[in-house]
Antibody, heavy 117, light 110 residues
């Protein structure tokens, strides 16, 4: 069974750094792109970027380029999303999702990141 | 401001047919396949329609999608109470080099 399991909720202060994770199982992790999607409370879905774990090729949405870093460690079948300096506006639920053909058929359960002083 | 446009809400009574529109442009819907996602309250999004009106295993055939030019639509026939959710259209945008989501449509079952 394909699964994407994300790390738990985080509560951080502005200016702090953070890395959240997404571990894949039930399939060959290096065979599919993994994307990150943001959902601000009460708002819609926003595609942030995508990584190919086999060679770590990464593409970012223009809206998120330079704001976050997407990485992957294929030795542990895990993708990451990280911030070097969080802002209150980063408060959101973040989902990872696996790309197959043209769509995202498997999603992680989501990680709620709360940034507040 | 999304490059895809959806109505904020749609409603119907049980058993009715509800249609949700999604309008885009030649850089997204006009040249790439449209996907539809369902997000139940408090849950992760779920793929509903992909490719050429394909439903993943387990998605009822009450859900169907269609595309014409730069617009797409999702139809829910035989509306049920468990269909009350947010629905998002999405597609790759060649100009933005990004996958884009519509703003979402909340379906209310009256």
């Amino acid at each position: 069974e394909v699964q994407l399991v994300q790390s738990g909720a985080e509560m951080k202060k502005p200016g702090e750094s953070l890395r959240i994770s997404c571990k894949g199982s039930g399939y060959s992790f290096t065979s599919n792109w993994i994307a990150w999607v943001r959902q601000v409370p009460g708002k819609g879905l926003e595609w942030m970027g995508i990584i190919y774990p086999s060679d770590s090729e990464t593409r970012y949405s223009p809206s998120f380029q330079g704001q976050v870093t997407i990485s992957a460690d294929k030795s542990v079948d895990t993708a990451y999303l990280q911030w070097s300096s969080l802002k209150a506006s980063d408060t959101a639920t973040y989902y990872c999702a696996r790309l197959a053909s043209d769509s995202y058929s498997y999603w992680g359960q989501g990680t709620l990141v709360t940034v507040s002083s | 401001q999304s490059v895809l446009t959806q109505p904020p809400s749609a409603s119907g009574t049980p058993g009715q047919r509800v249609t949700i529109s999604c309008s885009g442009s030649s850089s997204n819907i006009g040249r790439n396949l449209v996907n539809w996602y369902q997000q139940l309250p408090g849950a992760a999004p779920k793929l509903l329609i992909h490719g050429y009106n394909q439903r993943p295993s387990g998605v009822p055939d009450r859900f169907s999608g269609s595309t014409s030019g730069t617009s797409a639509s999702l139809a829910i026939s035989g509306l049920q109470s468990e269909d009350e959710a947010d629905y998002y259209c999405a597609a790759w945008d060649g100009s933005l080099n990004s996958y884009v989501f519509g703003p979402g449509t909340k379906v209310i079952v009256l």
